[in-house]
């Protein structure tokens, strides 16, 4: 049988949410910020569990790099984003001597911070943890997943992008004979890539590699039992700041499409934003600081879709 949780620890919060992708360079950082954001502007009260151990970018994000975390009968005490205390932040970016200091750690090192941090961080009550995960499915994955079962609901959010499209032609006759000619993909990639307005599975022989990797994600969610709140496509096109014409530079509807093929409900897409990158370079509030951003509106849409998932009698 589960110990059950200890004051002090996470016995104070109510629901859990795990943000993973498959590959690295999604956004999962700034997902996992914007969405702890987002909630705390319903009237939540959010941690932030940043367990990118070697690219810890959240403080950065919140402005709040350089604070140093404190000791209490109960263990770490959280750094506080705002003076109303309703964001709390934990990560190895307070425990650096250095911000450009390099963690160079094996997995049991890792594993063991992952396991204090849930251990002995004094989180007090939260409506909302959400947890930033680096990339891949590895043992910090494990760990944190094995960690942080015993208590509440646990969650995942899954993290995508419209990534370049890679191309798997059938071999043709000059391929299986390399003396029967010079063979180019070229002109069908480019083709492809530049004309496809339509969902990255439906073009003929094309695969998005980034939801490739995140169907792997999506496979490692289901072998450890871990319940997939839903996918979020982030960097889905680039909005003009002066026409507002969205355009598609990486392609469009790779992560809807993979939503509806593997079942999972898909949240919203995420534009690429030049406020949102502000935003988070500076450490400012987006609702705040820039509340005309095209990527507001749609990370507020996920927000309320994650709390119209909670039942009422839990929210």
Same mark, same amino acid.
């Given at each position: 049988?589960?110990?059950?949780?200890?004051?002090?620890?996470?016995?104070?919060?109510?629901?859990?949410?795990?943000? @993973?992708?498959? %590959?690295?360079?999604?956004?999962?950082? !700034?997902?996992?910020?914007?969405?702890?954001?987002a909630?705390?502007?319903?009237? %939540?009260?959010?941690?932030?569990?940043?367990?990118? @151990?070697?690219?810890?970018?959240?403080? *950065?994000?919140?402005?709040?790099?350089?604070?140093?975390?404190?000791?209490?009968?109960?263990?770490?005490l959280?750094?506080?984003?705002d003076?109303?205390?309703?964001?709390?932040?934990?990560?190895? &970016?307070?425990?650096? /001597?250095?911000?450009?200091?390099?963690?160079?750690?094996?997995?049991? %090192?890792?594993?063991?911070?992952?396991?204090?941090? =849930?251990?002995?961080?004094?989180?007090?009550?939260?409506?909302?943890?959400?947890?930033? #995960?680096?990339?891949?499915?590895?043992?910090?994955?494990?760990?944190?997943?094995? +960690?942080? *079962?015993?208590?509440?609901?646990? &969650?995942?959010? $899954?993290?995508? !992008?419209?990534?370049?499209?890679? /191309?798997?032609?059938?071999?043709?006759?000059?391929?299986?004979?390399?003396? +029967? &000619?010079? =063979?180019?993909?070229?002109?069908?990639? =480019?083709?492809?890539?530049?004309?496809?307005?339509?969902? $990255?599975?439906?073009?003929?022989?094309?695969?998005?590699?980034? =939801?490739?990797?995140?169907r792997?994600?999506?496979?490692?969610?289901?072998?450890?039992?871990?319940?997939?709140?839903?996918?979020?496509?982030?960097?889905?096109?680039?909005?003009c700041?002066?026409?507002?014409?969205?355009?598609?530079?990486?392609? *469009?509807?790779? &992560?809807? /499409?993979?939503?509806?093929?593997?079942?999972v409900?898909? @949240?919203?897409?995420?534009?690429?934003?030049?406020?949102? +990158?502000?935003? @988070?370079e500076?450490?400012?509030?987006?609702?705040?600081?820039?509340?005309?951003?095209?990527?507001?509106? $749609?990370?507020?849409?996920?927000?309320?879709?994650?709390?119209?998932? #909670?039942? $009422?009698?839990?929210?």
């Open positions: 049988m589960e110990a059950a949780a200890e004051p002090g620890n996470l016995a104070g919060v109510r629901h859990i949410i795990l943000v @993973l992708s498959g %590959k690295g360079g999604v956004g999962k950082s !700034t997902i996992s910020t914007e969405l702890a954001l909630l705390r502007h319903t009237g %939540k009260k959010v941690g932030l569990l940043d367990v990118d @151990l070697c690219g810890p970018s959240i403080p *950065r994000m919140l402005r709040v790099q350089g604070r140093a975390v404190h000791q209490c009968d109960r263990g770490w959280p750094v506080f984003v003076q109303e205390q309703g964001i709390s932040l934990m990560s190895v &970016g307070f425990l650096l /001597e250095k911000p450009d200091e390099a963690v160079v750690w094996r997995g049991p %090192k890792k594993n063991a911070l992952i396991k204090q941090f =849930v251990s002995d961080v004094a989180w007090g009550p939260l409506d909302y943890l959400v947890v930033d #995960t680096p990339p891949g499915t590895s043992d910090e994955h494990m760990a944190a997943v094995d +960690a942080l *079962r015993p208590y509440g609901p646990l &969650g995942a959010l $899954v993290v995508t !992008t419209p990534q370049v499209l890679r /191309e798997r032609p059938p071999a043709s006759p000059a391929a299986r004979h390399p003396g +029967a &000619g010079p =063979v180019s993909i070229f002109p069908p990639l =480019v083709a492809a890539f530049w004309g496809a307005q339509r969902p $990255v599975s439906s073009v003929p022989g094309l695969q998005a590699v980034s =939801v490739g990797d995140v792997r994600e999506l496979t490692f969610c289901r072998k450890v039992g871990l319940r997939v709140i839903g996918l979020v496509e982030n960097m889905s096109g680039f909005v700041p002066h026409c507002a014409e969205c355009t598609h530079v990486f392609s *469009r509807g790779g &992560g809807e /499409e993979l939503a509806r093929h593997t079942g409900p898909f @949240l919203g897409s995420v534009p690429l934003d030049p406020e949102l +990158a502000r935003s @988070l500076e450490g400012r509030d987006l609702a705040r600081g820039f509340p005309d951003s095209p990527a507001f509106p $749609v990370l507020s849409s996920i927000a309320q879709r994650i709390l119209d998932e #909670t039942p $009422v009698g839990l929210r």
